[in-house]
Each structure stands twice: as C-alpha cells, then as structure tokens.
C-alpha cells in the first residue's frame, strides 16, 4: 500500500481523520469520548496548538487544527493515539468487561494510519468544519449539529463549551 505523504512544513492548518480499528464503535460510550477530547485539548495545550474543531463520532475522529511551529503534525498525532489508546483499553477492561472479553486484547483501538488535509484558507477551513460537524446528521444520530455533545458545532452556533478551546490560528 502506498503511504501518503504528509506535508507539514509550513504553518498550516491540518484537517486529520482517524478511525478505530476494522470501525469497532470503541467511540460510542460518552466516556470513550471524553477520552478522545481530554486528550486532545492536553497535548494541543502542550505543544502550544489550536483546536479550530472537531467531532468525535462512535467508529472515527475528525479534528481541524494547527501548530506554531512545523513538523508536529506526526508527533501530535502519534501521542493523541497512543494517549488515547491506553485509556480506552482501561476503560473498556474495567467497565465493559462483556465487551472486553469478546476483543482480543492485542487489537489497537486505532488503524494505524491517518489521513491529514492540508488547508492553506478560511474558505477551506469552514468547509471542513461543516462537514464534520454535519457528520452525526448524516450518520442519523442527530437532527441538527448542535444536538451532537461531541463536536465543536455548539461552539459555534451557540458558543457553548465543548470541553476544550475552540479558536482561530492568527492570519486565517
């Protein structure tokens, strides 16, 4: 299979997806999200990133963000997963024991690969925003954006919190 090539060179924003391994709905419990979430608002804080918007839905991740320096797009994605991974597998070994033993506990909760977006313009980045945050529409878990706990859409339509800083990178 051919790698894609990630480009991260320049300050851009990088629309990211990742799913969870062969689509396991490892995502759908409401704690299982707050994972996902909590992860990636600590390390983005910790590497002085941006979070634009994301979704968290049961099977995949969709995030938009951005960082000061370049070359930290794998790193970041790297700890998000790795994070992210130990936790649910606790989480699920402790809470979910019915569905824990029918996983082979040597399964990854995620596909080893994610696809990165560059986006080089507002226009773009609002783009990608509406199409995650209409995600749970389209997939039937919600009637409007805002209904979905688990995205960035509240923020911007209602300004409510979502569980971590939602803003703009300077000069987008």
């Known amino acids: 299979m051919k790698r894609r090539k990630v480009y991260d060179e320049e300050k851009h924003c990088h629309f990211v997806t990742f799913s969870c391994f062969k689509r396991r709905k490892y995502l759908s419990p409401d704690r299982a999200k707050q994972i996902v979430i909590g992860h990636l ?4 804080t910790h590497e002085n990133g941006i979070c634009l918007g994301f979704v968290i839905m049961p099977d995949h991740v969709h995030a938009l963000i951005w960082f000061p320096e370049t070359n930290q797009l ?8 790795s994070q992210s991974s130990r936790q649910l597998k606790d989480l699920f070994r402790e809470n979910y024991q019915n569905y824990w033993m029918h996983m082979d506990a040597s399964d990854p909760i995620w596909q ?7 986006v080089w313009s507002r226009e773009k980045a609002e783009e990608k925003l509406e199409y995650m945050h209409l995600n749970p529409v ?3 878990l919600t009637q409007r954006t805002t209904e979905w706990r688990w995205s960035s859409a509240r923020w911007y339509v209602e300004q409510k919190p ?3 800083p939602i803003r703009w990178p300077p000069g987008l």
């Open 74 to 81: 794998s790193p970041f994605m790297n700890q998000w997963k």
């Open 162 to 164: 979502v569980g971590l």
């Open 112 to 118: 080893p690969r994610y696809y990165g977006f560059n």
């Open 138 to 140: 389209r997939a039937g």
């Open 41 to 44: 608002g600590s390390i983005l």
